[in-house]
């Protein structure tokens, strides 16, 4: 048993994904996408290649979120005149109830990982 | 005009903006004001002197106490207006007929539907009831009165008793009712109709009046447009073209009614107004920076009229007027009540939430079946009345369970004008005149005909299947009217106008599926704001709202006992007040159901402070304008200012009123207007990068307070930057600017701009590529460049700040982005190509009709919208001009009569246990006499099962608007091809939706139903547009223009942009001519928009909506040449001509009256040109051709073989 930087990661990511859930619930677009890069960068450099591989999708399409942004300023990722629209609407809760989903079950695959590390190593 | 000391102002500004503080820079540096440039952009070091003369004014505090100022201040009642008011109302009164019985039906009609009624019925015997709408009883007395005298005089007598004396109620003890009328019987329980003989008298008269060949009169002028307003006049007016010596009493009645209901909210007691008056405050002075001296006169005149409320108020359309006057008698006589209810904190709560816990609508429907109404004597009246909803004295008299030989007439009506071009003149005036006395009570019939459903008819007109390939002359001969919503009779009268409420099917699907299989778009068209005529005001303390779901009463609800009502809604069962179980305007207590809240779809109620967030503010209105080199060459100031001048007076608004001014180039000037100044003083601000206010509180001034300082300016402006070699524009800063100095109070910008702005925030390139103008591919940058735009109309959205655009521009200057600016403000946009006042005088003259209309149409601050619906079905997407700021709410920070909306529905549930949707707009506004308000209106459509019913209801022209709408969200977000693929699609899907299930007819052929066959039409001339069109040479600027329009226009103005109208108007003669103001105006037949009709020997008017043009062929009789146009032949007419010459000749009277009469009908005046048929001009004509080829598009018969050929695929 031994702490290594992957079960650091997985420390981190574990209290961070915590964060993200509430971030998904209430839309602060731009600490999600943060922090969902930093977990990326971070496992990235721990070699965990099958987490880093079930996030990287998720990486992709926040990239494409960013920078398809309806408004040109980066603060905006919903478009104001919009967003209340129905179909818009609608389509930003489908994302975050997706996101949720995401988050809640990478919470308990970062939990097994980091036990598992801790164990195996 | 000499500058001395303005010069060092701007650079001790500058100096000190740290301290936000304007210095006394007394630096005496006489210069003449073209030196100025030079002078400012030097820095020098005496300006430091500045920040030690300087009163410390914080900015912000100034701010905040803005409001506490304004409105602690002990309030004065606006007695005055109350005053003057009453004269104006007697006058109106007095134009009436001296007839007794006149008079007293214009009393009854609005003073109480009921009584006069009841009155009218017990003297005819006859059992009536009371849910005749009451609009229809000056129409009896008229009709009546015209036939025999039956008793009346000593009635109305009474009635014009209690006008005289101007009491708030009559005192008429109300007539007791016939015995079966209790309250649940709104809509079911009714008795059989008296009168036997009425059907086939009635009917008779229906056929004479059908085989009256006269063509339908579109709308005429003003006098017509009150009579649209609201219901039963329309109809009764209609019935002129063959008599006119009725019409004038009719007409008559009308105004009489309308001095009346002026009187009507009288009946309250004005006790807390809260509009306080603002002579009491001085804003905090501040520092005297005497700086620019603008004009050469010298000393404000002592002379300056104080402010009253009462402002001379001339309207610039007679049609405005009679509803400003009932705005300002509202004010004057409406009572608030201030409840103790804690303020609410946001809109949303204020003008309350959509559905927050539902009652299960297991409930069955309020109403009966929506069958149509047998009733053949209505049923060509609504296709001559614009007016759908028409309350007829002889659809009481209706009988039922009558055999009808030919159609269902409700969908009679709606295509009745359209094949044959035969005129059902005046069948209600005929068929009532015969039978004055048949009033069998309206509530006797619907029962019975709740029976009859549309399957009961073999084939409903709407739905005749018609060879579209076949049939040559698709388009009617006459204007074609919405269709009338399949309701029963007393629905129908009630329901709204289709002017200010349109759905795109009038009968509602009953499932989303249902909708998915007839491939049409179902949406609300809105004008919610339109000029109205006759507006029941409602002062009340209480407005009866449901308690879950927020609706407000209206007609459709049903109260299931005297104390209960249900909300047709959401279906909650919700208690009566005890306040409402009082009706005022009878003055009897125990009748709900007859208060003008129920008796009327279209109502307004004066809100309460429970409706406000903060007091209503005043009418603020800022002008920023361009006065590049670019803006001096075109000249605009000079229109602008003397339109200004002119209507100062007649700006919306009370003693409260704040106008102010700012100009930019590559600076940002403004103007201190204080009173007690001698001149108005120009402070220019360089710093572009991080603008401030220089005097936050002596900019925006009062404008009676302060008249003499705008006048000076106004009369100085356009002639202050004639040598200016600025070539650069800052607008993006001298709207951060005016934000700034609008957000405290909210108001309106109105920005007038040349160029692309260049400099600062918000610099816009050019992004037009003149190569592309005529591409048949891609379409780009029809989004904006830049949030800026967005972003700042967001901000001001907060604030209630719309920000209007006036874009003069000659060339390139990115409408699509600046458009962002007012598309997100609420705001309007006005866009003049190629203006120049001397080079260009059309659009100079149309520049200053539109001003006139724009300085003086009503207005509404601080707005929001919200739309409900019944419940299951839901809002999906908005258009127009505004903020969505949640699911159903609008917000608007500016609201005007100009404006219109779309909304695109789906039905989320279905439907089935209901058999009426209705939809309930409330429209929530600070009026300019700084009043609360809700304009509320309710539409009532039926909902059908069966696919056929769905098509037979499509209204054609809302479901093209709708379209429209949505075809500009798609170019925008996706891409012009898109959108015209689209546009094609709903032409080929709902055809072969068509053809695959309902008509069982051979399938080569195109078949559409009859209120379908205008589709494809609409369709390609939408594909002609300038907003869609392609392979034609259109500038980016103007085809983003024509998507503006689209989206913020009404549909009646939209649909003449989209397909206008053709008239021939070299032979035009009397045969159906309809009467107007004691003037003959000619109804020339519609010509189909093709050069086939256009003959050498000819000339014709084409009417676009905001352009008439007049084609002169080269062959045109030389009589008409020099009877009209005033020239002696073809050759000698020029080949720029924008007016007819007032001939005395007959047809130079009819050409004229005619012209004027399409004019009238519309607010913003369009202008007229002339064209040659040899004139290069004649493209501009053409173009609007759209049934015939171009290089780049289909003829109209081409587009049918080409969707023929899309359906086969």
């Known amino acids: ?121 | 005009m000499l500058i001395t000391t303005g010069v060092s102002l701007l650079q001790a500004l500058k100096v000190d903006r740290a301290m936000k503080c304007p210095a006394q820079n007394q630096m005496q540096v006489p210069s003449g004001y073209g030196l100025h440039h030079q002078n400012y952009i030097a820095p020098s070091g005496h300006y430091s002197q500045g920040p030690g003369k300087m009163t410390s004014l914080p900015l912000d505090t100034q701010c905040g106490d803005y409001y506490s100022a304004l409105y602690t201040v002990p309030t004065q009642n606006v007695t005055p207006n109350t005053v003057n008011q009453q004269p104006g109302a007697q006058q109106l009164y007095s134009r009436g007929p001296p007839a007794p019985h006149i008079v007293g039906s214009t009393l009854g009609s609005f003073q109480g539907a009921a009584s006069s009624a009841s009155h009218l019925h017990t003297s005819a015997s006859q059992p009536y009831s009371s849910f005749v709408n009451h609009y229809n009883s000056p129409a009896m007395y008229s009709a009546s009165s015209s036939v025999a005298s039956q008793g009346f005089p000593s009635t109305c007598g009474h009635y014009a008793m209690s006008t005289v004396s101007n009491a708030a109620y009559p005192s008429v003890s109300y007539p007791s009712l016939p015995a079966g009328d209790t309250y649940g019987q709104m809509f079911t329980s009714q008795n059989a109709p008296t009168v036997r003989p009425v059907k086939d008298n009635s009917f008779s008269g229906q056929n004479t009046a059908i085989s009256h060949p006269s063509p339908l009169p579109p709308l005429p002028s003003q006098q017509h447009h009150q009579q649209q307003s609201l219901s039963g006049y329309s109809t009764l007016t209609w019935s002129s073209p063959g008599l006119p010596s009725t019409q004038d009493n009719l007409i008559r009645n009308h105004t009489g009614s309308l001095a009346v209901a002026n009187n009507n909210p009288t009946i309250t007691v004005a006790d807390s107004l809260s509009c306080p008056v603002m002579q009491n405050v001085q804003p905090p002075k501040s520092s005297p920076v005497v700086s620019t001296v603008l004009s050469g006169s010298s000393g404000s005149s002592s002379t300056r009229t104080p402010p009253t409320a009462n402002h001379p108020v001339e309207p610039v359309t007679s049609v405005t007027q009679p509803s400003e006057l009932l705005q300002q008698k509202g004010v004057d006589s409406s009572s608030t009540t201030s409840s103790a209810s804690p303020m609410p904190n946001s809109y949303d709560a204020l003008e309350g939430g959509s559905y927050p816990d539902m009652l299960s609508s297991s409930a069955s429907s309020p109403a009966p079946d929506p069958a149509p109404e047998p009733d053949p004597a209505s049923a060509p009246a609504p296709a001559s009345a614009p007016a759908p909803v028409v309350p007829q004295p002889s659809k009481m008299a209706k009988p039922f369970g009558y055999g009808y030989p030919t159609l269902q007439p409700g969908y009679q009506n709606a295509t009745a004008p359209l094949i044959s071009g035969v005129q059902p003149s005046n069948p209600v005036y005929s068929g009532f005149q015969q039978y004055p006395q048949q009033y069998p009570g309206v509530n006797q019939l619907s029962s019975s005909i709740g029976g009859l459903s549309l399957q009961s008819s073999p084939q409903p007109e709407s739905l005749r299947p018609v060879n579209l390939t076949q049939e040559r002359n698709i388009l009617p001969m006459t204007p074609v009217w919405a269709p009338v919503p399949n309701l029963n009779a007393d629905l129908k009268k009630l329901n709204c106008s289709p002017d200010s409420f349109r759905c795109t099917l009038t009968n509602i699907p009953q499932t989303q599926a249902l909708l998915n299989k007839a491939k049409l778009p179902l949406g609300l068209l809105l004008h919610p704001f339109r000029d109205l005529t006759q507006l029941p005001v409602i002062t009340s303390n209480t407005i009866v709202r449901c308690r879950s779901c927020r609706t407000y009463i209206n007609p459709f609800v049903s109260f299931i006992d005297q104390r209960r009502w249900k909300c047709n809604l959401c279906y909650r069962v919700n208690d009566v007040p005890e306040e409402f179980m009082y009706n005022p305007l009878t003055r009897s207590y125990g009748e709900p159901h007859k208060r003008p809240e129920v008796q009327n779809s279209t109502v307004e109620f004066i809100a309460s402070s429970d409706y406000m967030l903060r007091p209503p503010q005043p009418a603020v209105y800022l002008f920023v304008l361009d006065v590049s080199h670019n803006a001096v060459e075109a000249g605009y100031l000079t229109i602008l200012c003397q339109s200004l001048l002119e209507n100062l007076d007649k700006l919306p608004g009370d003693s409260r009123t704040r106008i102010g001014f700012m100009t930019f180039d590559s600076t940002i000037h403004f103007y201190n207007l204080q009173e007690g100044l001698s001149q108005p003083q120009m402070l220019i601000v360089s710093d572009i990068d991080d603008v401030f206010l220089p005097t936050p509180d002596s900019l925006l001034v009062n404008l009676y307070e302060s008249k003499e300082l705008i006048k000076d300016l106004l009369n100085a402006l356009p002639n202050m930057f004639t040598n200016t070699r600025e070539t650069h524009s800052a607008l993006g800063p001298a709207l951060q600017a005016a934000f700034k100095l609008m957000s405290p109070t909210g108001g309106r910008v109105s920005v007038f701009q040349t160029q692309l702005p260049s400099l600062g925030a918000g610099l816009l390139q050019s992004r037009e590529d003149p190569n592309q103008r005529s591409s048949t591919k891609v379409v780009q940058h029809l989004g904006p460049a830049t949030d800026f735009y967005k972003k700042l109309a967001l901000d001001c959205s907060g604030q209630q700040t719309a920000v209007d655009l006036f874009l003069l521009s000659s060339q390139y200057s990115d409408l699509a982005s600046l458009a962002c600016m007012s598309k997100y403000s609420a705001g309007c946009i006005y866009y003049y190509p190629s203006f120049h006042y001397t080079h260009n005088p059309s659009q100079a003259e149309k520049l200053q009709k539109d001003l006139k209309r724009y300085l003086t149409r009503k207005i509404g601050f601080e707005a929001v919208m919200r739309i409900r619906c019944t419940k299951g079905l839901s809002m999906h997407t908005f258009h127009g001009n505004f903020f969505v700021r949640s699911t159903d709410l609008l917000s608007l920070a500016n609201i005007n009569p100009d404006a219109g909306f779309a909304v695109q529905l789906s039905i989320e549930e279905s439907l089935t246990d209901t058999s009426l949707v209705c939809f309930q707009t409330a429209l929530l506004y600070t009026s300019s006499k700084g009043e609360r308000r809700i304009r509320v209106h309710t539409l009532c459509l039926p909902v059908v099962s069966s696919l056929a019913d769905v098509y037979a209801g499509v209204d054609v022209q809302a479901a093209i608007c709708l379209l429209a709408n949505m075809a500009v969200d798609r170019s925008v977000s996706s891409s012009l091809s898109d959108a015209r693929d689209a546009l094609v699609n709903a032409v080929v899907d709902s055809l072969s939706a068509y053809g695959s299930t309902v008509s069982n007819l051979q399938h080569s052929a195109l078949m559409a139903p009859s209120s379908l066959k205008l589709f494809p039409l609409y369709v390609l001339a939408l594909l002609k547009q300038k907003a869609f069109r392609t392979g034609t040479s259109t500038r980016l600027d103007d085809r983003v223009y024509a998507m503006c329009q689209i989206k913020s226009q009404p549909l009646v103005h939209l649909m003449k942009m989209i397909h206008p109208n053709l008239y021939r108007i070299d032979r035009l003669t009397d045969e159906g001519a309809v009467h107007v103001n004691d003037r003959i105006v000619p109804q020339p037949p519609l010509q189909k928009l093709s050069a086939e009709k256009l003959t050498r020997e000819g000339a014709f008017l084409m009417d676009c909506g905001s352009v008439f043009y007049i084609w002169v062929g080269k062959g045109c009789d030389n009589n008409f040449i020099e009877d009209v146009l005033g020239y002696t032949n073809f050759a000698s007419i020029p080949q720029k001509m924008t007016h007819l010459p007032e001939l005395d000749t007959l047809s130079s009277e009819r050409a004229r009256s005619f012209i004027t009469w399409l004019r009238d009908s519309r607010p913003l005046s369009p202008i007229l040109h002339i064209v040659k048929d040899e004139s290069p001009a004649k493209a501009e004509f053409f173009q609007h051709l759209i049934e015939d080829r171009t290089e780049a598009a289909f003829s109209y018969y081409e587009f049918l073989l080409h969707v023929q050929q899309q359906i086969c695929k």
């Open chain 1, 1 to 121: 048993m031994a702490f290594t930087f992957a079960a650091f990661c997985y420390m981190l990511s574990l209290v961070l994904c915590a964060a993200l859930i509430f971030f998904a619930i209430w839309h602060l677009v731009l600490p999600e996408y943060s922090i969902h890069s930093l977990f990326c960068i971070m496992f990235l450099c721990a070699q965990e290649w099958l987490t880093l591989g079930l996030n990287v999708p998720l990486l992709f399409y926040h990239f494409w979120r960013y920078f398809h942004c309806p408004a040109d300023s980066s603060e905006l990722a919903y478009d104001p005149p919009v967003v209340m629209n129905a179909d818009t609407l609608s389509y930003c809760q489908k994302e975050a109830w997706c996101k949720l989903a995401f988050y809640l079950l990478s919470f308990f695959y970062y939990l097994y990982c980091m036990i598992y590390t801790l164990v195996s190593s």
